[in-house]
């Protein structure tokens, strides 16, 4: 996830099976908090409230919208959001650490609450189908608190002169797998291939990968949410890279926290707890905190993506 303008934001691949053994890395927010809200706690459903704990999937290494701190704990916008939301509730926040393409069958398989992770609320999510309309699972519903859009990271200096989309068309680009950005270059590549200059495509299963595919020069770009792509600008990436930001961000789209579609109790009380955050600045003070206030939403919205 910049002293920024607006923000995309990742996506997940449909139908891939859970890994065991996620990280719990934070139980962050406690019950009775100074902020907790009765009536919301009260609207929570009998699982959550009872246990007293929200499981959260989050893939952790997205600096600054999820990452591991020094203590090895998660922090970044994402589980500052978490944890204000988790004492309005009146419940700790367990923040589970899962590969960003198995959160949402981890959501579904009921080994989650909630994915809270940067992660883009799009039509295909929503209606659990892949990128020929199939259906291959349930979709989501989900809880829009941020507006996100892509852009274009380069090595420092951009020998490659890229600037847009059109420009990687005969380049290399190091992508996260089941991301937005790996899909918005997945359509690229037929007008690449129709002016007889492909685009050829490296996929990893992080972003730490992919970045390091740039910095040894086997990729020329790597495309990034443009908060985490202006953080990587400003303190480099792996292995001290240097890296900048190249063009205009594309197809700015909000993040949503995903939660299963029969979990409407949690959907909706999700909303209230992030409208009262906004009502009362705290929204605003952690946004600020992160450099990334461009990006607000005036209020929580269901389902409000493309």
């Known amino acids: 996830m910049h002293a920024i303008a607006p923000i995309p934001a990742r996506a997940v691949a449909a139908g891939a099976a859970v ?12 019950i009775g908090g100074t902020k907790s809200n009765d009536s919301l706690h009260d609207r929570l459903p009998a699982k959550i409230r009872d246990a007293g704990v929200l499981k959260i999937a989050s893939d952790v290494n997205y600096a600054p919208v999820e990452f591991k701190g020094q203590d090895g704990e998660a922090t970044g916008i994402d589980p500052d959001l978490a944890q204000a939301i988790g004492k309005r509730l009146g419940v700790k926040v367990e923040i589970a650490d899962t590969a960003f393409d198995k959160t949402i069958p981890g959501l579904q398989a009921k080994e989650f609450d909630a994915v809270m992770s940067a992660m883009t609320d799009n039509r295909q999510r929503r209606d ?22 892509s852009s274009i990271l380069v090595p420092k200096g951009n020998p490659a002169g890229i600037t847009k989309l059109d420009d990687l068309c005969g380049h290399t680009i190091a992508l ?29 299963e992080n972003d730490t990968q992919a970045l390091a595919e740039v910095a040894s020069h086997r990729a020329d770009a790597d495309m990034n949410d443009l908060p985490v792509a202006a953080y990587l600008a400003a303190k480099g990436g ?11 961000q594309l197809q700015p789209a909000p993040y949503g926290i995903a939660v299963a579609k029969d979990n409407t109790e949690l959907r909706d009380v999700l909303v209230k707890a992030i409208n009262a955050m906004i ?21 929580a919205v269901v389902n409000g993506g493309f």
């Open 19 to 30: 890994t065991a053994g996620v990280l719990l890395l934070t139980a962050c927010s406690s």
């Open 128 to 149: 659990g189908t892949d990128a020929d309309g199939k259906q291959v699972n349930p979709g989501v519903d989900f809880v829009d608190y941020l507006i996100v859009g």
């Open 176 to 204: 996260q797998r089941g991301t937005t950005q790996a899909d918005i270059v997945d359509r690229q590549k037929a007008a690449c291939q129709r002016n007889h200059n492909p685009v050829t495509v490296h996929l990893f």
């Open 238 to 248: 792996p292995g001290g890279a240097k890296f900048e930001v190249s063009g205009p």
């Open 279 to 299: 009502h009362d600045g705290e929204y605003d003070a952690i946004l600020a905190k992160w450099n990334v206030s461009a990006a607000a939403v005036q209020s």
